[in-house]
């Protein structure tokens, strides 16, 4: 299996976090591409609408780089650009938000996304009503701005938890995914510290590219 990880935002420190998290998980090398356009931090529609763009302006690249036994991971949490691989590419293209979802509904049927972006909460609840996930129990946010929590990983990590108990207690998450592609460094810290199972959506995707690999296989 070749692995390619494509970032959605521009931030190449982000693409090479994201890369080291999936490839100590695949337990190979993995390529990271990062948009070439848009911004360092998917924070709302409009940037999630623009990174979506980016993703489909890198297709044809990656049609021609791309073989057989490759996958490839859309490393946003919005999945923006992942009809437009799928449509474009041959090979398994496998979003974090869906893999993630998909791995926490796993879990527990009552499930909930915590994340800092408090503007694509109404995306989130519409991409899993999409996926099917009906008792999805809301999206739970870290309070402030997003640039400046993300800005310093301990505060981060403590933020995250606090909403991650949110969660829990009020809105009665049996499981957890952490939302976002740049946060998959804070919830890596987090693992082990709550009462649920807590979901990293890009090991959750290495995982689901996997499955898909082998299901083409057969």
């Known amino acids: 299996m070749r692995l390619t990880l494509v970032n959605p935002n521009t931030s190449r420190a982000t693409t090479d976090a994201m890369v080291a998290i999936a490839a100590e998980v695949a337990g190979l090398p993995v390529r990271g591409v990062t948009a070439r356009f848009g911004a360092p931090l998917i924070a709302d529609p409009q940037a999630l609408a623009v990174a979506a763009q980016a993703v489909e302006a890198l297709a044809d690249d990656l049609a021609a780089e791309l073989?057989?036994?490759d996958a490839v991971i859309v490393a946003a949490f919005g999945d923006p650009g992942l009809a437009a691989l799928r449509a474009r590419l041959s090979c398994p293209v496998t979003g974090i938000a869906e893999a993630g979802m998909a791995e926490a509904a796993a879990h527990a049927p009552r499930f909930a996304v915590v994340?800092?972006?408090p503007a694509l909460a109404p995306s989130i609840a519409a991409n899993a009503q999409a996926l099917g996930h009906e008792h999805f129990?809301?999206?739970?946010?870290?309070?402030?701005?997003?640039?400046?929590?993300?800005?310093?990983?301990?505060?981060?990590?403590?933020?995250?938890?606090?909403?991650?108990?949110?969660?829990?207690?009020?809105?009665?998450?049996?499981?957890?995914?952490i939302g976002g592609g740049p946060l998959a460094v804070a919830a890596r810290r987090l693992a082990g510290r709550l009462p649920v199972?807590?979901?990293?959506?890009?090991?959750?995707?290495?995982?689901?590219?996997?499955?898909?690999?082998?299901e083409r296989c057969r």
Do not use: Y
């Open 115 to 117: 994340t800092t972006t």
């Open 137 to 177: 129990v809301g999206t739970f946010v870290t309070p402030g701005d997003p640039l400046a929590i993300m800005a310093d990983t301990d505060a981060l990590v403590a933020a995250l938890e606090a909403a991650c108990r949110r969660a829990i207690d009020d809105g009665g998450a049996d499981a957890i995914v």
């Open 197 to 214: 199972p807590l979901v990293e959506p890009v090991p959750a995707a290495v995982r689901l590219s996997r499955v898909r690999l082998s």
């Open 67 to 69: 073989a057989d036994g």
